[in-house]
């Protein structure tokens, strides 16, 4: 009984692949194909219209027209700002852009996407404003502040375009990568610092003084320059107007230090590229003379944990080595100010006065 048991049971055992091989020839389809890659992720806009951190960026794309550009072939790096970073320049709902010029939110568009597929693992460690083409035909600035020298175990990895953080890297799309920024990229295109400056009237006061000084024109060369721009209602706060600046004596004041302070000559910095120069080479500020005059100009800056956001600070200070006078200075603690990017140069708005006119006697 029990070898008449085993006989049977070695017997099915044998029908086992061949009642397999016949129910896998009953389901074939010739038509069968194997998921290609990315077939079930969203192409760009499709992607962003139905992510809710990024209506605001939607709504910008649809009023420029530019959804099926971005539902294109590419492949594209997407820098999408989120919609807190709309929302620090003052623009909460879809609606605010029908108020806008539908060229100038494409051209804004554009700069924001890349005409290639950017992976964070693309971009050099350690690297400083490394630049990648635009479908606007421009240039982004990338730096990667990767680790200190000598401490690569605990990398920062803080990756910024134009001064802008990335809080969210490498989102696949279909047609490209998305990387989520904290901050509106700000360019002006064909333009100089001097002409942001001569464009915007909350600066007039300041560009007074750099006119009586004689450090106006220079802004309109090739540069590159860094400026610390303060608004018409810091110089008010402290009872100074444009009719006061113009009544000052030149051969008494020093305007270099007065005015030419704010302005860091032959250098084009990002608020965060002083930043990663603190972790990648130990920097803690920027420190550099005044052009043309014996006084330092001393920049540094501080990022959030939370938020990614950078800010500043900035003063004057006699001898670099103590003992120095070192002045309050001035900070720049409204990121969204910042970086506004031009042809030769980049301008932040600072919230204060470096020096007062009393402190600038020669």
Known sequence: ??????????????LIPAFMLMLLNSCKHDDL???????????????????????????????AGMADVLNG????TILVPSNSAFQQLGITKPSDFDKMNSDSLKGMIQRHVLTQRLLFSDIPVNGVDIRYQTLAGTEVYA?????IPGNSQYPANNLYFNGSSVTRKDVNIANGII?????????????????????????SIFVSGLKKFG????LNTTGPFTVFAPQNNV?????????????????VYSGRRLFGGYIINKKHYFISDINVFYIINSEPAYVGHITGDSWYQVVSTTRDYFTADVTYSMNLRTPINYPYDNYPGAAGLLPALTDNLTDNGLVHDI???LLLPVQALK
Request: charged share 20%; glycine share 4%; no cysteine.
């Open 33 to 63: 194909q194997i998921t290609k890659e990315n077939e079930n992720l969203r192409l760009g806009a499709d992607f962003i219209r139905n992510n809710y951190d990024m209506t605001l960026f939607y709504a910008a794309i649809q009023k």
């Open 1 to 14: 009984m029990l070898m008449k048991r085993k006989k049977f049971i070695k017997n099915i055992l044998l």
């Open 73 to 76: 072939q590419g492949p594209f």
């Open 143 to 147: 730096s990667l502040a990767g680790y």
């Open 179 to 203: 990387q989520v920024i904290n901050k509106v990229m700000k360019y002006t295109p064909r333009s100089t610092v001097q002409d942001w400056l001569a464009s915007r009237p909350q600066y």
């Open 235 to 251: 110089f008010e706060a402290q009872n100074i107007t444009a009719a006061s600046i113009m009544a000052l004596d030149t051969a």
């Open 215 to 218: 450090l106006w024109s220079q």
């Open 351 to 353: 919230q204060g006065l």
